[in-house]
């Protein structure tokens, strides 16, 4: 079966930047929408960012529009989420996932097991 692999999490102080990549392992899927969520400690996990098979079309939740860059590789067959401009309450762990652009976000069908990120103040 197909999985997600999230990396490039870690610890950066408030006003650093991080890049999550995601790449799949294993069994191979066709091309599609593709996004990010998280989840901190005792919150429901949140939709992040999205991103159309093409790289066309890109959604992000209110809180990190103009911080947060959703981007895909083709060639390496890889999402990317660069992370600028961090906030303590950006703290969570981010999970990959695979789905279908829905209402401005994504309608999640995989995930990854998520990376965590830790923001400092």
């Known amino acids: 079966q197909v999985q997600l692999v999230e990396s490039g999490g870690g610890l950066v102080q408030a006003g650093g930047s991080l890049r999550l990549s995601c790449a799949p392992s294993?069994?191979?899927?066709?091309?599609?929408?593709m996004g990010w969520f998280r989840q901190a400690p005792g919150k429901e996990r949140e939709f992040v960012a999205a991103i159309s098979t093409s790289g066309g079309t890109r959604h992000y939740a209110d809180s990190v529009k103009g911080r947060f860059t959703i981007s895909r590789d083709s060639a390496k067959n890889t999402v990317y989420l660069q992370m600028n401009s961090l906030k303590p309450e950006d703290t969570a762990v981010y999970y990959c996932?695979?789905?279908?652009?829905?209402?401005?976000?994504?309608?999640?069908?995989?995930w990854g097991q998520g990376t965590q990120v830790t923001v400092s103040s």
């Open positions: 294993g069994r191979t899927f066709s091309s599609s929408p």
């Open positions: 996932a695979r789905g279908r652009l829905r209402e401005r976000a994504l309608e999640a069908d995989y």
